[in-house]
C-alpha cells in the first residue's frame, strides 16, 4: 500500500493526528496495551487448594472419624487438610509475585507528532494514525508503516527468535519468512540502530504481537502428569481401606461376634487409619521444597506440581539464540590474502587475543591486519558498556555484529575513542538491505579514506584489488575463487562472514571534491579488498555437560529455532545436541508436511529451522500426541503458544517478553539451558521423595493392621494389641516428621543417568506394595507384636491369660506402639535411599530426618509419661528395661536392610 493511502484510509497526515483526532481514535480501538490472560480469583485460588481428590478424600475421613465417634480424630484430620491448603496457597501466591515482579509490559512512553509538534505521550495512549519517531534503543509501541528512515535496523526477535537484526526503510521489499516487510516495523520489537519516522496502523490485541498473546489466552492448562497420579493414587487408596474396612467388620461380626453396630465403628476406625493423612503435606512440603531449590537454580516455577513433571520430561524443545548459546556475537577468524588468524575469548568482553600459529601477533609486524581493525573500528556506531555489577552483562548500545568488531579491534590494543578522535569522521552512506554494506568517510592525516564493511557478496563485486602483506594488487578471478572458497568453508561449520574493504579516495580523480556529494554510485567502487571477520553466537561454556546429562537421562533435545538450517545443525552438533545425520526441516517444509510424516520423524534426530509460531505450536502438540513430555524453551511472543501447550513452558527471565513469561509454567532467572537440566534433575528427586515417603507411610500399616489381625482370627483371645487412637498417633503423630524430612531428601547418586518415568507408571507400584507390606511391615509386624508379648511375659503370661484391661494391657499396647516408632526410626532411614548406601550419602545428611526422629521419640515418651495422654491414648509408663530392647530395635534393621541393597547393587552392576 503506497504511503499516501495509508494516510488516507487513517485520517492521518505527516505531521501527525490532531489532538482531537487522537482521542476519539483513542476511545474507538482502546488502550494500547497486550491483555493479560485473565487471572483466577484469590478465592478460587484459595479453595482449589481443599477440593482436591485426595483433600475431599481427608474431609470424608474427618467426618467418619467424628460419626464413629472420634471427635478429637476427626477434627485433627481437618486441621492437617486445612493448614495443608492453607500452605499451598501461601506457596503459589509467593510464586506468583515472584513471577509478576518479571513481566515487562509494552514500553512507556512513545515519541509522535500531535497537532504538528513532537510529543511525548504513555505509549498506551498510542492510536492507528499516530506518527511517531524511532530512535536506536527504542522499544517499538504499535505495528507501523514507515514513512522514511536514515540506517534503521530492528531487532525482531521478540516474534521471529531470530537475533540477527533486520534493516527496515520506507521502499517495500519481501524478505525470508514472515515479519520480513522492509516498510514494516512490528510492536514488541527494538530498534538497534539509525531512526524512522512510522505511521502507526495497528495497536494492541490487533497487532501481531496481540493476534499471537491472544492464540495463547485461547489455550487451556491441562492437569499436570502429577496432579493426575495424585487422583489416581486416591482412588487406590480409598479401595483398599474400602476394602480393609469391609474385611474387618465382616471379620468382626463372624469371628468375633461383636454387635453391628460395634463392627461398622471398628471398621471405620481400620478405613480411618488406612489412608495416609500425611501425604498431602508431604507432597506440598516437597514441592514448595524443590521450588526453593530450583530457584537458588535460577529456575522460578510458577505451580508447584510443575516440579515433578519437569521430572518426567522426555523431550525439551529449546531455541538456539540465548538458550543454548550466549547471544554475545563473537569474531573467532580472520581471513586474509597473506595469513589466516585465530582469535581468542568469548563474548561481549576484551579477554582474548588475535594469533597467528597459537602466537599473540604484533601489529607492526602485520600491516593487512592493521588496515583490518581500523577499517572495522571506524566503521563503526555501536558501544559496548561494560558492567558495573559482577556478574551482569555488557550493555550493548547498537548492533551485536558491530559490538563483536568493537571487541575484536580491543584485543588488539586499539582505543576506539581515540582512533576515532585521531581519524575523524567526516561523511557516510548508512547501510541499507539493497546494498548490504555501510561506508564511512574519515581524514587520515589530511587523506580521505573511504571505509566500507558488508556481506561478501555486497563488497567483493565492487572490489578491484587487494591488500596482501602490506601492498595492493589486481584483485583477480583466483583470489576471488580462494576468497568465496574461505568463505563457503567458515559458513559449513555455521559461522557468519563479514568482509571488510577501503579506497583511498584522495589519490582517485573521479571523486567530486565535495564529500556531500559522494554517493554510492561513485564513492562504492574501486575498493581493495581486506579480508574477512569470521564470528559466531558461541554456546555457552556450561552447555556441553548440560546435553550430556540430558542425553543419559534418556531426554532428548530438539532444536526449535528461527535461525538458517545451516547454522542450526552446526551448532547442534557442536554442542551434541544433534549428530551430523540429524535431519533438517524447514518452516516451509514443515507446512507441506503430512502428520504422518511428522510423527515418524520426530522419533528420530530432527532440528527445525525458520519456524513461524504456529509451527513451534504444531511440533509439540504432535510430540505429544506420541506420548512425549515436552518441555518448550521460548522468550518471545512467537514462542507463547507453544509455551503453553507444553507440558512445561519455560521462558527466559531476562531477554523473555511479558508474554512468553505469562504463558510459561517456568522462568530461567539466567537465561541458561543448563537450569532446566537442573530443574529437571530437581523434579526426579521430588517424585523419588514422593515414592520413599509413600513406603514409610505405608509400611507402618502392616504393624498397625497386625494386631487387629490377631484379635479377629484369635475370635478375641488376643485383645486388641494395639487400640484405634494409637493407630492415628503413628499416622498424624510420629510418622508425619519423618515423612516430611524424606520430603527434603537431595537427589540420589545416578538419578539422572535413568530413564524418564513412562507416563503409564504409578506412585504406588507392585515394587513398593511388597516392600511396604511383605519386607519393612512384616518384620515391624512381628517386631510390634512380640513386643506386646514380651510385657504380657514379663506378667505371667502364659501361666495367666493375655490382659484384656488395666495396667497390664495399657503397659502392653504402649510397648506394641513403641515398637511400631522405632521400626519406624529404622523405615525413615532405610528409605533415604533406593539401593544405594545410606553410609554414602552420610548417614547424618538429612537434618530434618533427626529432627523428625527425635520429636518422634520425645512425642512417644510423653504420651507415656503424661497421666492426661496416658487416659486419652490408653498408655502406661514402661521400665527401663522395655527402653533398651526399643533402642536396639533400629540398628539390625538398618543393617539388614545395607546388605540387601548391596547385593542389588551388585545384581545391577552384573
Known amino acids: 500500500m503506497d504511503i499516501n493511502d495509508v494516510y488516507k484510509y487513517f485520517d492521518t497526515k505527516e505531521t501527525g493526528l490532531s489532538s482531537e483526532q487522537a482521542a476519539g481514535l483513542l476511545k474507538k480501538f482502546g488502550p494500547n496495551t497486550i491483555q493479560r490472560n485473565k487471572k483466577q480469583s484469590q478465592v478460587k485460588a484459595f479453595l482449589k487448594n481443599f477440593t482436591s481428590l485426595m483433600a475431599i478424600l481427608l474431609w470424608i475421613s474427618g467426618f467418619i472419624a467424628i460419626f464413629a465417634q472420634m471427635v478429637e480424630l476427626g477434627i485433627a484430620i481437618w486441621a492437617v487438610n486445612l493448614i495443608n491448603g492453607i500452605f499451598s496457597y501461601w506457596q503459589e501466591h509467593q510464586a506468583q509475585k515472584a513471577t ?31 506518527v511517531f519517531i524511532i530512535q536506536a534503543g527504542n522499544s ?18 521478540a516474534l521471529t527468535g531470530e537475533s540477527v537484526l533486520v534493516s527496515k526503510q520506507a521502499e517495500y521489499s519481501h524478505g525470508v519468512g514472515r515479519f520480513s516487510e522492509a516498510n514494516l516495523v512490528f510492536a514488541g520489537t527494538v530498534a538497534g540502530s539509525g531512526t524512522a519516522t512510522a505511521v502507526a496502523v495497528a495497536t494492541a490485541m490487533h497487532s501481531e504481537f496481540g493476534k499471537i498473546a491472544k492464540l495463547t489466552q485461547n489455550q487451556k492448562h491441562q492437569a499436570s502428569p502429577l496432579k493426575i497420579e495424585l487422583n489416581h493414587l486416591t482412588r487406590q487408596l480409598s479401595v ?38 500425611g501425604l498431602l503435606p508431604t507432597v506440598t512440603l516437597s514441592l514448595a521444597q524443590g521450588v526453593t531449590r530450583m530457584a537458588k537454580k535460577h529456575a522460578l516455577v510458577k505451580d508447584l506440581n510443575s516440579v515433578e513433571t519437569l521430572g518426567e520430561t522426555t523431550v525439551i524443545c529449546s531455541d538456539k539464540t540465548g538458550t543454548l548459546t550466549q547471544n554475545q556475537m563473537t569474531i573467532n577468524h580472520l581471513w586474509l590474502a597473506s595469513h589466516e588468524y585465530t ?18 601477533v604484533d601489529l607492526s609486524d602485520q600491516p593487512d591486519l592493521e588496515m583490518l581493525l581500523r577499517v572495522a ?21 547498537g548492533t551485536p555484529t558491530e559490538a563483536a568488531l568493537v571487541i575484536l579491534a580491543e584485543k588488539a590494543g586499539i582505543n576506539l575513542e581515540s582512533e576515532s578522535k585521531k581519524f575523524p569522521r567526516i561523511g557516510a552512506l548508512p547501510f541499507d538491505s539493497d546494498r548490504k554494506r555501510m561506508s564511512t568517510f574519515h581524514d587520515v592525516d589530511g587523506k580521505t579514506t573511504i571505509c566500507v564493511k558488508g556481506s561478501l557478496d555486497g563488497i567483493l563485486p565492487i572490489s578491484d584489488t587487494i591488500l596482501d602483506n602490506g601492498k595492493l594488487r589486481p584483485l583477480t578471478e583466483a583470489d576471488k575463487e580462494q576468497i568465496n572458497e574461505a568463505d563457503k568453508k567458515y559458513a559449513a561449520q555455521g559461522l557468519r562472514s563479514l568482509a571488510i574493504a577501503y579506497r583511498d579516495a584522495s589519490a582517485d580523480d573521479s571523486l567530486p571534491d565535495d564529500t556531500k556529494d559522494w554517493t554510492i554510485e561513485n564513492a562504492e567502487q574501486h575498493l581493495t579488498f581486506v579480508g574477512l571477520t569470521i564470528m559466531e553466537d558461541p554456546p555457552r561454556p556450561e552447555i556441553f555437560e548440560a546435553v550430556r546429562k540430558c542425553h543419559e537421562a534418556s531426554i532428548r533435545i530438539i532444536m526449535v529455532t528461527g535461525d538458517s538450517s545451516l547454522t542450526a545443525k552446526s551448532i547442534a552438533v557442536k554442542i551434541g545436541v544433534a549428530s551430523d545425520k540429524a535431519r533438517v526441516i524447514t518452516g516451509d517444509e514443515l507446512a507441506e508436511m503430512h502428520i504422518a510424516d511428522l510423527k515418524e520423524a520426530l522419533k528420530g534426530e530432527v532440528i527445525f ?8 505450536y504444531r511440533i509439540v502438540s504432535t510430540l505429544q500426541s506420541i506420548g512425549e513430555i515436552v518441555a518448550s524453551t521460548g522468550d518471545g511472543v512467537n514462542d507463547a503458544p507453544a509455551l503453553k501447550k507444553a507440558d512445561i513452558g519455560v521462558a527466559m527471565g531476562v531477554t523473555g517478553t511479558d508474554v512468553a513469561k505469562d504463558a510459561a509454567n517456568m522462568i530461567l532467572t539466567d537465561d541458561n539451558f543448563a537450569s532446566i537440566v537442573a530443574a529437571i534433575e530437581e523434579g526426579r528427586t521430588v517424585y523419588s521423595n ?22 479377629l482370627f484369635s475370635r478375641g483371645l488376643i485383645p486388641l494389641p494395639l487400640t484405634v487412637m494409637q493407630i492415628l498417633t503413628v499416622d498424624l503423630g510420629t510418622d508425619m516428621l519423618p515423612a ?31 516392600k511396604a507390606f511383605a519386607w519393612y511391615g512384616l518384620v515391624a509386624s512381628i517386631i510390634s507384636t512380640v513386643g506386646y508379648f514380651f510385657v504380657n511375659h514379663q506378667h505371667g503370661w502364659p501361666n495367666v491369660a493375655l490382659a484384656a484391661s488395666g495396667s497390664i494391657y495399657q503397659e502392653a499396647t504402649t510397648m506394641t506402639l513403641a515398637a511400631i516408632v522405632f521400626c519406624q526410626i529404622a523405615a525413615a532411614l532405610n528409605c533415604r535411599t533406593k539401593n544405594s548406601s545410606i553410609f554414602s550419602i552420610g548417614i547424618f545428611s538429612n537434618r530434618r530426618i533427626w529432627g523428625g526422629i527425635i520429636f518422634e521419640v520425645l512425642l512417644l515418651a510423653l504420651l507415656i509419661y503424661v497421666p492426661f495422654l496416658q487416659g486419652l491414648f490408653n498408655t502406661a509408663a514402661i521400665g527401663w528395661q522395655d527402653w533398651i530392647l526399643l533402642v536396639c530395635i533400629p540398628i539390625p534393621l538398618v543393617l539388614i536392610e545395607e546388605i540387601r541393597k548391596y547385593f542389588m547393587r551388585k545384581k545391577v552392576r552384573v
Open 140 to 157: 517499538i509501541s504499535a505495528d507501523a508503516r514507515i514513512i522514511k528512515s536514515t540506517s534503521l535496523q530492528v531487532d525482531e526477535s
Open 240 to 277: 483398599i481401606a474400602i476394602l480393609i474396612g469391609a474385611i474387618f467388620f465382616v471379620s468382626a461380626i463372624f469371628f468375633v461376634h461383636y454387635p453391628m453396630a460395634k463392627s461398622f465403628i471398628f471398621a471405620l476406625g481400620m478405613i480411618v487409619a488406612f489412608i495416609p493423612e
Open 740 to 770: 516430611l524430612g524424606l520430603g527434603a531428601e537431595k537427589s540420589e547418586p545416578g538419578i539422572m543417568k535413568q530413564p524418564p518415568r513412562l507416563r503409564t507408571a504409578h506412585l504406588l507400584n507392585r515394587g513398593i506394595i511388597l
Open 343 to 360: 582469535v581468542t575469548g568469548q563474548g561481549y568482553v576484551n579477554n582474548g587475543h588475535i594469533q597467528l600459529d597459537s602466537k599473540d
Open 377 to 397: 573500528a571506524l566503521n563503526n556506531d555501536t558501544k559496548v558498556e561494560q558492567p558495573k555489577v559482577a556478574g551482569d552483562n555488557p550493555k550493548i548500545i
Open 690 to 711: 514422593l515414592q520413599k515417603f509413600l513406603l514409610y507411610i505405608l509400611n507402618s500399616n502392616m504393624p498397625e493392621a497386625a494386631p487387629s489381625i490377631l484379635f
Open 609 to 616: 529451522a525458520r519456524v513461524a509460531p504456529e509451527q513451534k
Open 100 to 130: 509478576n515482579s518479571l513481566l515487562k509490559m509494552l514500553p512507556t512512553y512513545a515519541q509522535v507528532l500531535r497537532d504538528g509538534k513532537p510529543k511525548q505521550i504513555n505509549s498506551e495512549d498510542l492510536v492507528p494514525g499516530d
